[in-house]
């Protein structure tokens, strides 16, 4: 009869006072949430890969029309205008049913790098019609079709930067990387075809040409960091393809020439065309790569609800057995939990010399349970923190680069590569990592910043 | 009549095809939904807070109850129990109305840390019990106080750590290291009050105190560099004050007795009073704290709904008078976009030297306005970023220089005081930041951690 009671005045609190255990479930309905979330996250990724992919090949046709005087190019150019045209309509109908039709589906700065690249997107026809007309010059068309894409490649960094998973974070850290390769890819192509069309190469475009070429292989390098060894060797196939070790050699031909000395226009064609069949191959990585982001994403949905099936039959059968009058194992009894600074070096032995008998009347493996699961999670979470804060560090430190290049930049009056050489050979020297440079670098910047406001 | 039907056909396509201001707002939507989640976390932090005062004295009392045999503080002592039992149920009614309720109010990693520490308290009970019967060693009592209090505070931990608004985020990282500092106050006062219990302080005490008077000190230049003015001139008045004086002069007293020399037990009582004293005075200092997190963090949400107003009210305003044939100025023709690599420097002059007139046909003032908006919350989100790293900074560095000391602990078998002190004195001979040194020692220790697996 007392047992039953007890039951009965068990109900009442239930409803509000919580138990741990609903907040354990509730912990993972949450990372339920957010992994679908960051799943639609992905497809969207998916298709912004796509669309910049277009967006290049535009990019490059547009200014061999208007090079040419709008002579070579147009039918190509029509096709892919209707090309980027559909993938651009399936990116904004993605994005339609998937943020604004359910709210709170995204962060602020997702969503702004959105409407920030979709207004650039509205402006597209019109920046179309001067192509057409030939009202603009090719250099100003490459400006606004790498601004758009910029654009557009933000978005993947806001998704990266915003997920929470570390297998997921790890491809879109990986994804986003190769696909800012291969814009760097792109844009090393626009300026080696500007370079070839005047016949020549200064030492302005020699700069720039090894910045572009520098900017790939650092990018290339954080892919690698956080690829898996197929996608590797995938990438180490493109690099040893006859286009890719034929465009080495030209590259080393533009390398070689003087300031200023003559160089044979009918070679951009040649330029052009090995830089395409490289940047194509990067493009099939690339789907490779957002296929495997789909799937890994789509996983971890899987994963995470049947781990709360598992939890919810875990708890069910403990309530089922557990002898209502034992009490639970819980941190406060833990050991291995932490709590008083120094009471773990030989604190146990100094308990047991003071002689007071342990605990009874508890049930040890049936209680455990619950605390284990709750555990668990925890040190699961914990885990996964530390994996997250290793791949989040790499979008970090590139931010903390490009924000530290921008301190020089403005203090020094240096030039974008000049700075970042600056950062380079102070790393090299001090055998520090570029980032810790950089962190220095902007400390010493904003106080500076702050002692000439306060002066 | 042109004009009509081209209205007319406007109205389907915004239905699926999203406008960018849409986007605008919708970030504007979901940076209030996180501000309102943001600022119920700070109410958390405030209950918590409570609830970690209460519990810390509720510690010391049973500490000196058990300590005496029973024979003091008894009804003290009961006392408290009924203000921790009123503060765990505020605190557990506010959690059951604000995270069980509504789901999506929360992350994983709150909501699990909720879990771990609802458990602990769900055992207090137990452990009062054994309190009560003496069948508990003073140690093992004050031990599992520290392990619940541990978990309380990871809960602002976590509250801090997801946070994503600057101004917030500085105040919750301020009030985090204050509460970490109180309760290294509240073990120093512990093990002080073992010492003299003893008799005696053996050189393990005396390495202890110093080791939490070394981390009250960090985690209060922490808070420091978070605070705001008036906050840390109330610290230098608790610090100046006679107590917390009268606490330094004994806490040198203490340093200068030698390894096990006998000293008065009846200097417990000094001893107890004046580190209450002190870190009563840090209460109120925290609930001044708490006060002003929940102003701002409402604060923020009202500033943030009035800018979704404006938002609203420019568009509408817009939408009425541009006219539909001009083409809005966007992030395509932008200059201070960056896009193309180098085309920056002097590239303006270059397309000038081409010799393309520039684009006719826009109303400039007006036509900016949209695009102002968004590059305006653009500019805005980055500037928050950049701010929010900063503040995030002092806690990820935390957690590296905890996860650093782990490596040495495991790998060189040392002390937690000795790991640490073998990265300060790194720090220091290398003129690194400490958050530097323990990368390093975590990259290295991985590294060593893979190599032993694949041996």
Not at 426 to 436: E, F, K, Q, S, V
Request: neutral net charge; charged residues 25%.
């Amino acid at each position: 009869m007392e047992r039953h009671t007890d039951r009965t005045r068990g109900v009442a609190p239930v409803a509000n006072t919580p138990g741990a255990e609903k907040f354990l479930l509730a912990a993972k309905r949450a990372e339920i949430c957010s992994l679908r979330q960051l799943a639609e996250s992905c497809e969207l990724v998916t298709a912004v890969s796509d669309l910049v992919h277009q967006l290049q090949r535009e990019r490059g046709m547009s200014n061999i029309f208007l090079a040419s005087g709008g002579a070579r190019f147009r039918g190509q150019w029509q096709e892919q205008m209707d090309l980027v045209r559909r993938s651009s309509e399936r990116l904004q109908r993605q994005l339609y049913l998937r943020y604004l039709k359910q709210e709170g589906a995204a962060g602020m700065r997702l969503l702004n790098s959105i409407a920030y690249s979709l207004q650039g997107l509205d402006d597209l026809d019109g920046l179309r019609v001067q192509v057409e007309q030939l009202a603009i010059a090719p250099l100003d068309s490459t400006r606004a079709f790498c601004r758009l894409i910029g654009g557009l490649l933000s978005i993947v960094f806001e998704a990266a930067d915003v997920a929470d998973d570390p297998a997921v974070t790890r491809m879109l850290v990986a994804m986003f990387n190769f696909m800012q390769a291969k814009e760097y890819a792109g844009q090393e192509r626009a300026w080696g075809a500007i370079g070839f069309a005047r016949s020549r190469f200064d030492s302005v475009l020699h700069d720039r040409l090894s910045h572009l070429q520098e900017a790939q292989h650092r990018s290339v390098e954080v892919f690698i960091e956080f690829a898996e060894a197929s996608d590797q060797a995938r990438w180490q196939g493109i690099e040893n393809s006859p286009p890719a070790q034929d465009l080495n050699r030209l590259r080393r031909v533009i390398r070689g020439l003087a300031d200023g000395e003559p160089i044979a226009a009918e070679l951009s064609e040649v330029w052009y065309e090995l830089a395409t069949q490289r940047i194509d191959c990067m493009h099939s990585l690339e789907d490779h790569l957002a296929g495997r982001l789909l799937d890994i994403s789509r996983q971890r949905v899987a994963e995470a609800e049947s781990e709360l099936e598992d939890h919810h039959a875990r708890i069910h059968a403990l309530k089922a057995i557990v002898c209502p009058n034992t009490s639970p194992l819980t941190m406060l009894s833990d050991p291995e939990v932490p709590g008083l600074y120094g009471a773990g070096e030989g604190a146990a032995k100094e308990a047991a010399a003071e002689c007071v008998p342990p605990a009874q009347g508890l049930t040890p493996n049936l209680a455990r349970s619950i605390y284990d699961l709750i555990r668990g999670q925890a040190h699961r979470i914990k885990q996964m923190g530390d994996e997250l804060n290793d791949a989040r560090r790499a979008l970090t430190e590139r931010k903390q680069v490009e924000r530290a290049k921008g301190v020089l930049m403005r203090n020094l009056g240096l030039s974008e590569a000049a700075a970042y050489r600056k950062m380079q050979r102070r790393a090299m020297a001090c055998n520090l990592r570029l980032a810790d440079v950089a962190a220095t670098i902007i400390e010493i910047g904003e106080k500076a910043a702050e002692k000439s406001t306060q002066a």
